[in-house]
């Protein structure tokens, strides 16, 4: 048993009426005071860098992206479990509003298991009424190691998007050996983030997929990363080649991992305590590719003329970048994107279009750090930020194949000798 020389206090909900509540463990309870920054709320505790709101805006888009991530892995876990193997005892790291509980816990329910204990582990309480959930919330750092729970205590550890949480010094090391820890003989780990088949890329950034005769996955429209796809070595907009920089740039400064998911892999691979390990990679585009019309032979955009690089727009070079936008406009705008006959459901386009919505809000919910890192005013980030709107949502700015990555990775705890 290892010690636990921290302390946490746990709130609970569950099915059950009369269910006892968890009890509030030895451990000093750590910060849980809020502070509003340009008008948008963020956790208290200047010791952790996690750069994300708090509020309703950002809570709202890490929502709406768990219903991307639920379309582009065909479920809320890769991890398979059989009717007679449903776990008992469900971890989410980083479990925010804990939506993932809550669905999982439905979807166990259906399967005839409302019984499943979930515990939520978080650095601030942003979770909703958990009514009809056997839910409860940990009040806990996941940098802070050990975790406040015993060995053994867990079927099922999941680890959703706690890359921006990852410092340089361990890159997923220690936490995963912990985890690993936490889990009974058998249990399973899954560690799901956004990813680059790169080693040598910031997971962060974004890539433009180059054309492919593999089909994409019917319903997602997403397209499965394997050894023979191919993406261009940077994006084609210039506006997410604005977003590579800077994110990368905010994320080095301070000493969190830009390629945390990259490692992520080879990491449970080499992690002793883990039996077949499996990963599941997936590439949704964030529009209609030019390509993937059967009418299409040649990129319309190559006509134009090279696009100036909007990576540092300022007052100096805004209109001209702007006229070059709107010139090009004429040639990958909806309309023309209309006129085609679009190889897309309804459904696949709404999938894309909300992957596409959920990036362009993730870049305003960093702005505060992207600004202080990259010496960028207010002004000057304004305009940029409009005109990156104008060209994602009404200039068909990102037809080129630039994609969000997906990468799950699991395995199972060897079972004691």
């Known amino acids: ?186 249990g399973t780990l899954e560690l799901q983030c956004f990813t680059d088949a790169r080693e040598t890329s910031a997971d962060y950034s974004i890539r433009s997929l180059q054309r492919t005769a593999a089909p994409f996955t019917p319903g997602s429209s997403a397209y499965t990363i394997a050894s023979a796809t191919q993406f261009s070595l940077s994006a084609e907009n210039p506006f997410v080649t604005a977003w590579n920089e800077r994110i990368t740039r905010a994320l080095t400064k301070y000493q969190l991992s830009p390629v945390p998911c990259t490692l992520a892999g080879p990491q449970l691979l080499m992690e002793e305590g883990l039996t077949g390990v499996q990963a599941k990679r997936m590439a949704l585009p964030l529009d209609e590719i030019w390509w993937e019309s059967p009418t299409n032979f040649e990129d319309p955009r190559r006509k134009r003329t090279s696009m100036e690089s909007t990576s540092t727009v300022d007052s100096k070079n805004r209109k001209n970048s702007l006229s070059v936008h709107r010139r090009s406009s004429t040639s990958v705008g909806s309309n023309q994107s209309q006129s085609l006959k679009s190889p897309l459901s309804g459904e696949e386009k709404a999938v894309r279009e909300l992957a596409r919505l959920t990036f362009a809000q993730l870049i305003e919910s960093l702005e505060p750090i992207l600004r202080e890192t990259n010496s960028i005013a207010m002004d000057d980030w304004d305009r940029w930020y409009k005109d990156m709107m104008v060209n994602f949502f009404q200039h068909g700015g990102l037809q080129g194949g630039e994609c969000v990555e997906f990468g799950s990775w699991w395995g199972q705890k060897a079972p004691k000798e």
Not at 5 to 29: D, F
Not at 47 to 52: E, P, R, S
């Open 1 to 186: 048993m290892v010690p636990h020389p921290h302390s946490y206090e746990a709130s609970t909900s569950s099915r059950e009426p009369n269910a006892r509540k968890a009890s509030v463990q030895s451990l000093p309870k750590p910060p849980s005071t809020f502070t509003c920054r340009g008008g948008r709320r963020y956790h208290g505790d200047e010791a952790i860098h996690y750069f994300l709101p708090c509020d309703v805006q950002e809570l709202s888009r890490q929502s709406l992206f768990h219903e991307v991530q639920r379309e582009v892995y065909g479920g809320y876990h890769c991890a398979e479990f059989p009717d007679d193997g449903i776990p008992n005892k469900v971890l989410e790291v980083g479990c925010g509003t804990a939506i993932w509980s809550a669905s999982v816990a439905d979807s166990f329910a259906s399967r005839g298991r409302p019984d499943v204990q979930f515990v939520g582990l978080d650095i601030v309480p942003v979770y909703p009424d958990m009514h009809g959930v056997n839910f409860t919330f940990v009040q806990h750092n996941f940098q802070n190691l050990p975790l406040p729970f015993p060995d053994g205590e867990f079927d099922y550890v999941i680890c959703r998007e706690v890359s921006m949480v990852t410092p340089v010094s361990d890159v997923y090391g220690s936490q995963i050996a912990d985890c690993v820890r936490v889990l009974k003989p058998g």
